[in-house]
């Protein structure tokens, strides 16, 4: 009799519990549906890989040969422009400092003090050569071998120059000094030199130099083995470029 008394009561409990599993159940469900997502983009194969690699290394190689490109359009620019340029920059540089072997001509440095010569017996033998361009019909040679002079002490030498050819030739000398550290010291009072010298057919003419060796010579240590100095001159002859701006052709030997 009590258990057909209680079985409706157990039933009742039952039932919520029930009904309460499901709701769980359904809750679950539910969550784990939320958490799936909704597409889902294809895989990419092998070969589509490797297609999409191989497109973005040449993209990245395009941009790299667009920069160097760049680069060496602005370099040419640069020099093209230091081309036109560094011929007058360069000989005034080398004028005024006796930079490269390229003796001084700059006269603001030659005052009265160093026109003394130095009470030494030392005398310093200064050797002349020349060339000319191998396009160049001209004979140039120095009038004189060699001289012996005292720093302080001006000197006078020449050159002749004749044009061996049927017509009128423009050309230009260039000149340097042996050893090239010397080359501060060595002064120029008058030259021939980086200027056009026109001669005309079969003309024979005579180039002077005068030039002296800075006193200070005798006060640098390393001047104290220098004996010998060659003054070299090279002829070339001039030419215009489409510009109007003077060249000179190169140098082919004979």
């Known amino acids: 009799m009590i258990s057909s008394m209680m079985a409706p009561a157990f039933q ?5 519990l029930k009904r309460g599993n499901t709701g769980v159940n359904s809750f679950r469900s539910m969550r784990c549906q939320s958490t799936q997502p909704k597409s889902r983009m294809p895989k990419m194969s092998t070969q589509e890989f490797q297609q999409l690699y191989r497109e973005r290394q040449q993209e990245k190689l395009r941009m790299k040969n667009r920069s ?4 060496a359009s602005s370099l040419g620019m640069v020099f093209l422009t230091l081309a036109f340029g560094s011929v007058p920059l360069y000989r005034a540089i080398c004028q005024k400092t006796g930079w490269s072997g390229t003796p001084m001509t700059d006269v603001s440095k030659m005052t009265p003090d160093k026109l003394i010569p ?3 017996s030392k005398k310093i033998r200064v050797q002349f050569t020349a060339e000319t361009s191998g396009i160049l019909p001209w004979k140039f040679v120095p ?4 001289v012996y002079v005292t720093p302080g002490e001006t000197a006078l030498a020449f050159y002749k120059a004749r044009n061996e050819s049927a017509h009128d030739i423009i050309g230009m000398a260039t ?3 042996t050893p090239d ?3 501060p010291y060595f002064n120029k009072i008058q030259c021939f030199c980086f200027e056009e010298q026109k001669l005309a057919a ?3 003419v005579d180039m002077p130099l005068f030039f002296f060796i800075d006193p200070e010579f005798m006060n640098d240590p390393t001047m104290r083995n220098i004996d ?3 003054l070299h001159y090279t002829f070339f002859k001039a030419n215009y470029g489409q510009n109007g701006q003077l060249m000179t052709s190169p140098l082919i030997p004979r």
């Open 202 to 204: 079969g003309e024979e």
């Open 118 to 120: 130095v009470d030494t």
């Open 228 to 230: 010998d100095i060659v």
């Open 175 to 177: 000149y340097s000094v």
């Open 68 to 71: 160097i490109g760049l680069y």
């Open 181 to 183: 550290h010397v080359a």
């Open 12 to 16: 009742a409990i039952r039932q919520p």
């Open 143 to 146: 009038q004189q071998r060699e």
